[in-house]
């Protein structure tokens, strides 16, 4: 069995994942592509962003791709597909590091505390600044997965109302009630978080509209960390002039990096996180902790290994 790695794995974690395969060959190549490797290579770990259809012309032996990321909408789907290669990767890692940043990231918009250290900055002491509680709130979650029940399990301890929103509306862990992307904007009005965590499907693709805006509170934070598509950038800042919306907190873009020309960069109540809100110096520990058990499903013969991506249907 021949394992190529294409992104950089430290020594500490790379000589245990040797030993615990003897019987297996690996190949690091975190920098350039090693053709010669590829060509007799099994199985790719990878993140996903370098395959290419040139690049599996070039692995006519590769059954199973492994991707340290749970964004799979880079791929060459259709050629992976008519080639029957294994797709696996890494979801619900993301839900710990994640769930840190996002409860942060209310707390902070909550409490004002980017407005204490403007504050500092000036020299300026100031009590005039309006401070909510997150208790007793409500936070409607687009996508109560793995990193939506992690985020709803931890405001649940502050008292928050959870509703998630899901294609089917089948009942989500941690979430006191879940609904269907029909429903959204009924439940909208009452929603003082909004946070989506959708993947890029058609289903989702511009799901968020200029009316659905106009529904929520004046006082509502609108949160992306999913997939960017799910709302036109143009209909985000329009909103945020209005003031449809107080505050906006965004970790995906359609254009990344984001544009130095982009309005998000100067708009007051916007918060830029340049897709970063899993990372984690645990994060290819993590990644390798699924990896490991399903490398030694594999070597064994059997194919159902954990976290199997469908990618006709994008995740």
Known sequence: M???????????????????FPNATFTFAPHDVNE?????ANVLLTYGEDVTEDMLEKAPQLQWIF???AGIEKLPAQAIVERNIIVSNVRGIHKKPMAESIIGHILALKRAIPWMYEQKKKGEWSQDVRQEELNGSTALILGPGAIGGEIGRILQKFDVTTIGCNRSG?????MDETITFEKLKDYLPNADIVLSLLP???ETDRLFSYDHFVSMKETAIFMNFGRSNIVEESVLIGALKEGQI????????????LSKDSELWTLDGVVIS???SSRSSRYVERSLAIFKPSLR?????????????DLKRGY
Request: glycine content about 2%; hydrophobic content about 45%; overall charge negative.
């Open 297 to 309: 499903k594999f070597m064994q013969g059997y194919r159902n290994l954990e976290n199997i991506v």
């Open 246 to 257: 107080a505050s906006v907190v965004l970790d995906v873009f359609d254009e990344e990096p």
């Open 67 to 69: 991707v340290a990321s």
């Open 170 to 174: 089948e009942r989500a862990k941690y």
């Open 274 to 276: 340049p897709h970063i």
């Open 2 to 20: 021949h394992v190529y790695v294409s992104f950089f794995i430290r020594p500490d974690l790379r000589e245990p994942l040797m030993a615990d």
């Open 36 to 40: 010669e490797a590829l060509a007799t």
């Open 200 to 202: 890029k499907t058609k």
